[in-house]
């Protein structure tokens, strides 16, 4: 099955010998993932896809003002000048976003080994006010996601996601995720209990969450947009503009918090907030500390550590068209072992099919080990992939 783009792309040379593997992207959720798979005491609250002309393939959710129109989710090699939120019918939608064999092809297609995948619909489901809803339905959302990525287990890393209304019932989400063949697991950005006032991430509350997902060998992951809206004035471009601040925010609540103290084996992962920015906000993470912790502290913990060193050995970080990111590499501003490239995959911000032509410009002043471990290395490494990738 040939997979059409607006512009004619001829094949780039793969820029590595070694493993390619994009460590975010995304399947577009079918109609029925969710009504087929959700528990049936859920089915008639469950989000359905119906094609509405002019809107397109459109998912109403029961329970949000705001419908999910599909056409950015998949838009992947589509010229600007044509990208669109509404306006694309079902059969218009990029077959891989729901079809794992012709996943395979495009994956072959943009030359890649291998893909962490993230849901679509299910980012925005994390801002679901109904947490029992909510629940059922990233359960549903599991399940489906198992049987897509068992299509292809060798170039597809499913993720599962939790609700995390209570600790407990987050580690028994754990064991079920890690029990389907998952490799890890999307966290909302702000935890159920925080909806009403209750703990946050850096609550020593959250430990043991933390040593199980350790202990299974799951990644947690936090997603730019799943967590509580930022408003950003001006302009609507100015919204693209403010995304990655959901994510600097995490950051700092676990840094801040001392949730790598408490637990040091823990890794998280900062997705599609691009990385360039990262120096820079490490160096200000020290100089808070340093010089304002005082009368901003409101008796959080003590640190053993300089808010940077845990950034860096602590959070990976996920980028795509990120130029400044590969020069800060190239500068010794932020360690190759903190990035992990992506293609974001068929989202309207992906680099596919054109993901090699940018890699080898984008590369091209890096020493070799960094590009293997930035194209891959660090995916295999984090996720555990060996079984795979043993030669990597």
């Not at 798979?37 to 003002?65: I, K, N, S």
Request: net charge negative.
């Amino acid at each position: 099955m040939a997979l059409a783009t607006d512009d004619h792309v001829e094949s780039a040379p793969r820029v590595i010998d070694t493993p390619i593997i994009s460590a975010d992207s995304h399947i577009t959720e079918p109609g029925w993932t969710y009504v087929d798979h959700v528990d049936p005491a859920y089915r008639d609250r469950a989000p359905y896809l119906v094609d509405e002309p002019p809107d397109g393939a459109t998912f109403h959710v029961p329970g949000m003002r705001a419908k999910i129109h599909m056409g950015l989710h998949s838009a992947a090699g589509r010229q600007s000048s044509k990208l669109a939120m509404k306006g694309t019918p079902f059969d218009g939608l990029h077959r891989a976003g729901w079809d794992a064999e012709a996943r395979v092809e495009a994956q072959r297609r943009d030359g890649l080994d291998g893909e962490v995948i993230y849901p679509s619909v299910g980012m925005l489901l994390c801002n679901h006010d109904d947490l029992d809803l909510k629940k059922a339905l990233f359960d549903g959302y599991n399940r489906w996601i198992a049987e897509y990525c068992a299509v292809a287990p060798e170039r597809l890393f499913g993720l599962g996601q939790s609700a995390l209304r209570t600790q407990d019932e987050g580690i028994a989400d754990l064991e079920a995720i890690a029990a389907a063949g998952l490799r890890g697991v999307m966290l909302p950005g702000t935890p159920g209990p925080a909806y009403d006032d209750g703990p946050d991430y850096d609550d020593p509350s959250w430990d043991d969450f933390y040593a199980a997902a350790d202990e299974l060998g799951l990644v947690l992951s936090f997603h730019i947009l799943t967590g509580r809206d930022y408003r950003p004035r001006g302009p609507k471009l100015n919204t693209f503009m403010s995304i990655i601040r959901g994510n600097q925010d995490l950051i700092g609540t676990f840094v801040f918090g001392g949730v790598f103290d408490r637990r040091p084996d823990l890794r998280i992962v900062c997705v599609e907030a691009d990385a360039g920015w990262a120096p820079h906000f490490a160096y200000r993470m020290d100089h808070a500390y340093n010089r304002h912790r005082t009368w901003l502290g409101g008796g959080g913990p003590e640190l053993q550590r300089k808010p940077s060193e845990y950034m860096t050995d602590h959070v990976k970080l996920t980028f795509q068209d990120d130029w400044s990111a590969f020069r800060m590499a190239e500068a010794g501003l932020i360690e190759a072992k903190q990035l992990m490239w992506a293609n974001d995959f068929p989202h309207s911000d992906s680099t596919w099919p054109y993901s090699q032509h940018m890699l080898a410009e984008q590369t091209a002043a890096l020493p070799p080990d960094d590009v293997a471990a930035i194209l891959g290395g660090n995916a295999i490494e984090l996720y555990r992939l060996n079984d795979v990738f043993p030669a990597a």
